[in-house]
């Protein structure tokens, strides 16, 4: 199975550049990432230090983007998998930020685990304020997010409120609380003192059977096991969750009616009165990784993708980074 460990060399995030090249080929062949760096689109690549993390994060941008996407993948993932979506945002003239969160693809950190979920929104912050001190990440701001990274970004912009710097948010199956919770939850509380961890099933979370065989055969950055520290971390998480107020921030849902990760029917009541102003769509056929779904399906949700991003009321001519003005209006 291919190594990628050569890339842990790399330096600070940067250009791609020559001494870059020999190292990234593969993995962006793999990952079928390659295709989509043309000579109108520049990529830098590299590692960030965020609380006490390695992370792994790449910033791809068309020319004169009309703002910054910032992508959070789910949990079990890594930005490898979302060139659909890398794709479809970079078509729309965005740039894009993609990050391995800790312990997940090319970041350090236990593999699958973390001890508290402020963590991985310290690291979004820090990652935030890294580039916007480079000039790296123009206004306005969108989060996209799948699953545990839709819960991450939900989270970040409830709890920083006023002062959150997103435009929107586009949530894809998000994590409030996981199918079959309220057994799973008494089955964890019953077996954290004496288990650490427990294999992963590999479950047909999309209907593209090429995708699913790719992550359960041919993708050398998946983790293998479950950790329970991470279970009672999403515990805490989803309490302190549903105790944040509400925002009138623009966001869209989009949800797989087929969906067997994520406690989906109940979710969608959690997320809607935390965000009055959702705009859902549910899709009959749609399971759990809806960037990795099916061609047909997958180009049904990127149409509803465009259309809300195409709503957004953005003002006329250069918009500043978030942090570069107080003044600034997402």
């Not at 979302?82 to 078509?91: D, F, I, T």
């Not at 899709?283 to 047909?296: Q, W």
Request: glycine share 6%; net charge negative; with cysteine.
């Amino acid at each position: 199975m291919t190594d990628f460990a050569p890339l842990q060399a790399l330096g600070p995030l940067a250009p791609v550049g020559e001494s870059q090249a020999s190292a990234l080929v593969d993995y962006l062949d793999h990952y079928r990432l390659a295709p989509l760096l043309k000579e109108e689109v520049g990529l830098h690549v590299g590692f960030i230090d965020a609380e006490g993390y390695r992370l792994w994060a790449q910033v791809w941008s068309p020319e004169a983007p009309r703002g910054t996407a910032f992508v959070v993948h789910g949990y079990f993932d890594h930005l490898g998998l979302y060139r659909h979506l890398l794709e479809r945002l970079l078509g729309q003239g965005w740039r894009v930020v993609l990050w391995d969160l800790p312990g997940h693809g090319l970041s350090s950190g236990e593999r699958a685990t973390i001890d508290d979920f402020e963590e991985y929104g310290a690291c979004l912050q820090a990652l935030q304020n890294h580039l916007s001190a480079r000039d790296m990440a123009p206004g306005p701001w969108i989060g996209v997010g799948q699953s545990t990274g839709a819960a991450i970004l939900a989270t970040d912009a409830l709890g920083r409120g006023s002062s959150a710097p997103w435009q929107a948010l586009v949530l894809l199956a998000p994590l409030v609380r996981p199918w079959g919770w309220p057994q799973s939850n008494w089955l964890h509380r019953l077996a954290s003192p004496f288990i650490r961890s427990i294999p992963r099933k590999y479950r047909a979370n999309s209907t593209d059977d090429d995708f699913a065989t790719f992550l359960r055969e041919h993708d050398p950055l998946q983790p293998d096991r479950l950790t329970l520290t991470w279970v009672a971390a999403m515990r805490r998480w989803m309490a302190h969750m549903l105790a944040l107020p509400s925002s009138d921030l623009p966001v869209l849902i989009l949800q797989g009616e087929q969906d067997l990760t994520v406690d989906w029917q109940w979710n969608l009541e959690v997320l809607t009165s935390k965000f009055p102003q959702a705009r859902i769509h549910r899709h009959p056929e749609a399971r759990h990784h809806l960037v990795n779904e099916a061609a047909p399906i997958r180009d049904l949700l990127f149409e509803e993708l465009d259309a809300f991003l195409d709503d957004l009321a953005c003002p006329s001519g250069p918009v500043p980074s978030p942090f570069s003005s107080p003044s600034t209006t997402l």
